[in-house]
């Protein structure tokens, strides 16, 4: 017997019906396992640093004193104005050099190369930070580098000559930009692929060359996703801590324990048994982080509709 059109629509309707539930389930499901996952690992410990800044070790209430024995401690100066000076090599390098490869890479899509240099840009990501960092002491050191020849060439004839602190910064973002920026190469690519055909094709009719293209149609509507990309680097940067602890420890103390504020933090926490100033370093970062975050969001527009 056959199903006229009408009962088939009315069939599949209700169908997709009692389908459309528990779709939604699924999804308030994987949002489910995030949030308990960000309480857990996010939203109590930062409560309870925030708890341990403002009180003593009697869990007195004590204002702002542990902020303040912070900042007068005679390691806080140096190790903010090392962290910024990382934040500037670290977010300029980040910025030019990912859109940039990322703005190669795409164009070298249709060459069948694409696929090769993304798998090579993304390897060093897939190594843990202390993991990357014993590489690069390997690489620093002329006596044992595989490419000691060019650290000669360079002056460098021994490993303190290569880890001497006014060279810390560059180090650090050589570090930092060989472990993380394949994978955002890998995310501005895909940020790329987004972009409309017509409109690239468009350019390229009306006579743009690949700069013009980049500088007035790509790299525009990539905005947003850098911003994505300098906020999170941002708060990033300031947590620096595997680097320099590590390389401290194998040059004998060049980089110091308190190269950083999170060194600094650690420091107070576990050498002068001092949890609660530790806490109070950690909050400043904590809201140093959200303050430039808020920043760049309303002065980007990063949420306005596009």
Do not use: C
């Not at 650690?266 to 002068?272: E, K």
């Not at 303050?291 to 990063?302: C, H, I, Q, T």
């Amino acid at each position: 017997m056959s199903t006229s059109p009408a009962t088939a629509d009315r069939t599949t309707a209700q169908r997709d019906a009692r389908r459309a539930p528990w779709s939604g389930r699924a999804g308030y499901g994987f949002v489910a396992a995030y949030v308990v996952l960000l309480i857990a690992f996010g939203v109590v410990p930062t409560g309870y640093a925030v708890y341990f800044a403002f009180t003593d070790e009697g869990a007195h209430f004590t204002g702002l004193s542990n902020f303040t024995r912070a900042a007068a401690d005679f390691r806080f100066g140096p190790a903010v104005g090392h962290v910024a000076l990382y934040l500037v090599f670290w977010l300029a390098a980040l910025v030019v050099f990912v859109v940039g490869l990322s703005l190669l890479v795409h164009r070298l899509s249709a060459r069948g190369v694409s696929k090769a240099l993304r798998f090579l840009y993304y390897i060093p990501g897939a190594l843990a930070g202390a993991a990357s960092v014993m590489v690069w002491l390997f690489l620093l050191d002329p006596s044992v580098s595989p490419v000691s020849f060019l650290l000669r060439a360079l002056g460098f004839d021994t490993f303190g000559q290569v880890v001497a602190p006014g060279q810390l910064p560059v180090l650090f973002t050589l570090i930092a930009f060989w472990t993380g920026a394949g994978g955002w190469i890998v995310v501005m690519h895909g940020a790329l692929n987004n972009i409309p055909h017509e409109v690239v094709e468009a350019a390229r009719i009306d006579g743009a060359s690949a700069w013009q293209t980049a500088k007035r149609i790509q790299i525009p509507m990539l905005r947003k996703w850098i911003v994505y990309m300098v906020i999170l680097a941002f708060a990033g940067g300031t947590q620096l801590f595997v680097e320099p602890q590590l390389l401290a420890q194998a040059s004998v103390g060049v980089a110091g324990r308190d190269y950083s504020l999170n060194q600094l933090s650690y420091d107070f926490a576990f050498q002068n048994d001092d949890v609660n100033t530790a806490a109070a370093v950690s909050v400043e970062l904590l809201l140093i982080g959200l303050v430039v975050a808020a920043l760049f969001v309303a002065r980007s527009g990063f949420f306005d509709a596009d």
